[in-house]
T-cell receptor, first 111, second 114 residues
Framework: GNSVTQMEGPVTLSEEAFLTINCTYTATGYPSLFWYVQYPGEGLQLLLKATKADDKGSNKGFEATYRKETTSFHLEKGSVQVSDSAVYFCARVNQGGKLIFGQGTELSVKP | SQTIHQWPATLVQPVGSPLSLECTVEGTSNPNLYWYRQAAGRGLQLLFYSVGIGQISSEVPQNLSASRPQDRQFILSSKKLLLSDSGFYLC?????????????FGPGTRLTVL
């Protein structure tokens, strides 16, 4: 099928900790992959994307590598800040051009 | 640069009342437009998308409808709201030429049906 699976939250970390949010997908071919972030009470913002296998997307210290062998697009950041507290959504585009979202992972960073 | 607006930002409506949410995009022409709903504690559900004026595709059966009267205007409506229509409604746009391109989201409308 066509789906995106994210690790369940909430994820609670201390400031400056290392972050990994797992995301795996099922797909035919190699769809574009995205990470969106939703801060409390706001809409979604594009965080980063990768359009082909082995691409690495990066933004604001976050990174994710498109790994076709493991059909994964895990989000990482070396040192999180309190301001990174938000819900993170992994997504892929299906053949009809629609975004398929994961269920979202809530991140809470404590000072 | 492109911007996307949604209004109202918040709305509280009684069950059975009508609904009209508006989304407008500036700075681009012929965009693909989308309506999503995000229920509390859940992910996003695509409701409608449009590739042009008057062209609407529905993803899920419901008592909602969408219209696109102008190129950069997308409206979500209902004749009679249900309690289950409560949620956070997000509008998004993408470049017309490619469905695989990034979707950019508006600030959302939080709807509470009582």
């Amino acid at each position: 099928g066509n789906s995106v699976t994210q690790m369940e939250g909430p994820v609670t970390l201390s400031e400056e900790a290392f972050l990994t949010i797992n995301c795996t997908y099922t797909a035919t071919g190699y769809p574009s992959l995205f990470w969106y972030v939703q801060y409390p009470g706001e809409g979604l913002q594009l965080l980063l994307k990768a359009t082909k296998a082995d691409d690495k997307g990066s933004n604001k210290g976050f990174e994710a590598t498109y790994r076709k062998e493991t059909t994964s697009f895990h989000l990482e950041k070396g040192s999180v800040q309190v301001s990174d507290s938000a819900v993170y959504f992994c997504a892929r585009v299906n053949q009809g051009g629609k975004l398929i979202f994961g269920q979202g992972t809530e991140l809470s960073v404590k000072p | 640069s492109q911007t996307i607006h949604q209004w109202p930002a918040t709305l509280v409506q009684p069950v059975g009342s009508p609904l009209s949410l508006e989304c407008t995009v500036e700075g681009t022409s012929n965009p693909n437009l989308y309506w999503y709903r995000q229920a509390a504690g859940r992910g996003l559900q695509l409701l409608f998308y449009s590739v042009g004026i008057g062209q609407i595709s529905s993803e899920v059966p419901q008592n909602l409808s969408a219209s696109r009267p102008q190129d950069r205007q997308f409206i979500l409506s209902s004749k009679k709201l249900l309690l289950s229509d409560s949620g956070f409604y997000l509008c998004a746009w993408s470049v017309r030429s490619s469905f695989t391109d990034t979707q950019y989201f508006g600030p959302g409308t939080r709807l509470t049906v009582l």
